[in-house]
T-cell receptor
Framework: RKEVEQDPGPFNVPEGATVAFNCTYSNSASQSFFWYRQDCRKEPKLLMSVYSSGNEDGRFTAQLNRASQYISLLIRDSKLSDSATYLCVVGDSWGKLQFGAGTQVVVTP | GAGVSQSPRYKVAKRGQDVALRCDPISGHVSLFWYQQALGQGPEFLTYFQNEAQLDKSGLPSDRFFAERPEGSVSTLKIQRTQQEDSAVYLC??????????????FGQGTRLTVV
């Protein structure tokens, strides 16, 4: 079983709609949480860190549920440019990062 | 440059050939990671350094894979006797965070290795 699990999708989303997806992690001692975005044939780039209280960055909202060991990402008012693979990343106290396999989002006109 | 730099960007190797992939992390970053990403998959952890110490190499697929970071800066991932299943993009990332916790990791553009 992988340490970080994600629904691979694809999530097909009409432009302007809202999409949400989760990831789960197995290491209860995990200390840091991130969402990365990866475009086709490009390197992953940080979308946002995820904090225990939840946090929002424009149209993106991330939530962390430590008790159930899952992280969510919600995208409001989807844009065509949001089409990408979203990678859930979990870090331990030593700084080691583990990636999920990614959730593909396709925003359609 | 200010980002993580990897070289070469592309490498074609004949089966059985040895290859060396280089990563120049962001100056001052303590942590350095190597990942392997196959087409359509997420990055798979290979190994991790804090400064020159290799703290975790549990993701290296076989003893043909070897990584080093002798001076705590530049790192090299070496693959001996390459096989076709080694074909993938090899990503290097660095972060400022060390034992005190994880911080954002910055990725290089990767080396696309094709073994023929």
């Amino acid at each position: 079983r992988k340490e970080v699990e994600q629904d691979p999708g694809p999530f097909n989303v009409p432009e302007g709609a809202t999409v949400a997806f989760n990831c789960t992690y197995s290491n209860s001692a995990s200390q840091s949480f991130f969402w990365y975005r990866q475009d086709c044939r490009k390197e992953p780039k940080l979308l946002m860190s995820v904090y225990s209280s939840g946090n929002e960055d424009g149209r993106f909202t991330a939530q962390l549920n430590r008790a159930s060991q899952y992280i969510s990402l919600l995208i409001r008012d989807s844009k065509l440019s949001d089409s990408a693979t979203y990678l859930c990343v979990v870090g331990d106290s030593w700084g080691k990062l583990q990636f999920g396999a990614g959730t593909q989002v396709v925003v359609t006109p | 440059g200010a980002g993580v730099s990897q070289s070469p960007r592309y490498k074609v190797a004949k089966r059985g050939q040895d290859v060396a992939l280089r990563c120049d992390p962001i100056s001052g970053h303590v942590s350095l990671f190597w990942y392997q990403q196959a087409l359509g998959q997420g990055p798979e952890f290979l190994t991790y350094f804090q400064n020159e110490a290799q703290l975790d190499k549990s993701g290296l697929p076989s003893d043909r894979f070897f990584a080093e970071r002798p001076e705590g800066s530049v790192s090299t991932l070496k693959i001996q006797r390459t096989q076709q299943e080694d074909s993938a993009v090899y990503l290097c990332a660095s972060s400022f965070g060390g034992r005190q916790g994880s911080t954002e990791a910055f990725f290089g553009q990767g080396t696309r290795l094709t073994v023929v």
